[in-house]
């Protein structure tokens, strides 16, 4: 079965505990309902922060998703001088039978500016496009 990657990110309203826990978690129920991705096929979650976002780290939201057995890693985003501030990026190692051409990546919160070619699919909070 192959490995695809499904790429998303967003942004955290502050430096808080809970404004990052609280965009993670919106960012991955978006992506899981947009491509109907199992926990059990997750291979493992690559997260990214920006250098803005300290307090806490983004990886714990999958964990209180329910995502127990994914392994899970943390970076800190490159500091680019024109990057996006407070920025939470996440690629999902899925595996799945489902063609790269019908991923849906997704980009909330001011982050489409990143991708503009994969923000065209709305994916509404709490449910598929």
């Not at 919106?26 to 199992?38: E, H, K, P, S, Y």
């Not at 057995?69 to 490159?78: I, P, S, T």
């Not at 500091?79 to 939470?88: A, Q, S, T, Y």
């Amino acid at each position: 079965m192959p490995c695809r990657g499904v790429r998303g990110a967003t942004t955290a309203r502050e430096d808080s505990r809970e404004a990052i826990l609280e965009a993670t978690r919106d960012l991955l129920t978006r992506m899981v309902q947009a491509n109907g991705i199992a926990p059990q096929d997750v291979a493992s979650i690559f997260f990214t922060a920006t250098p803005d976002l300290t307090a806490e780290y983004p990886a714990l939201a999958a964990r209180q998703l329910g995502w127990t057995d994914a392994a899970l890693l943390c970076a800190q985003e490159m500091n680019v001088p024109h990057g996006l501030p407070r920025c939470i990026r996440v690629l999902i190692h899925w595996n799945t039978e489902t063609p790269s051409t019908q991923i849906i990546h997704v980009y909330i919160r001011g982050a489409e500016v990143l991708r503009p070619d994969w923000a065209n699919v709305s994916v509404p909070e709490g449910g598929a496009p």
